[in-house]
């Protein structure tokens, strides 16, 4: 379950919150009006979840360009029929 803290909490006592994203290394809420409204969180989770999405996107990036190729190379006749690619790994 998330860390939620309201907006006021934050302006009251803001180093409890900073202690919150240190000792728990998760995001912490805060809500306004009883909808949240921002996210809290220590540099190194941020820098850890930025490195995480930066590693998927390349990964996808590499799935579509091998994924273009086989499309070009089919188009251009090769590849071989699935009955056969089958009985290849049977």
Do not use: F
Not at 9 to 36: F, K, W
């Amino acid at each position: 379950m998330p860390i939620t803290r309201t907006a006021s909490d934050l302006q009251r006592n803001i180093s409890e919150v900073y202690e919150l994203c240190e000792q728990n290394d998760q995001p912490v809420y805060i809500t306004r009006n009883g909808h949240a409204d921002l996210i809290v969180m220590s540099a190194r989770a941020y820098e850890e979840q930025a490195l995480l999405r930066q590693q998927v996107y390349e990964y996808e990036m590499e799935l579509k360009e091998r994924a273009g190729r086989a499309y070009a190379e089919i188009e251009a006749g090769g590849g071989v029929p699935l009955e056969e690619a089958l009985k290849e790994w049977s």
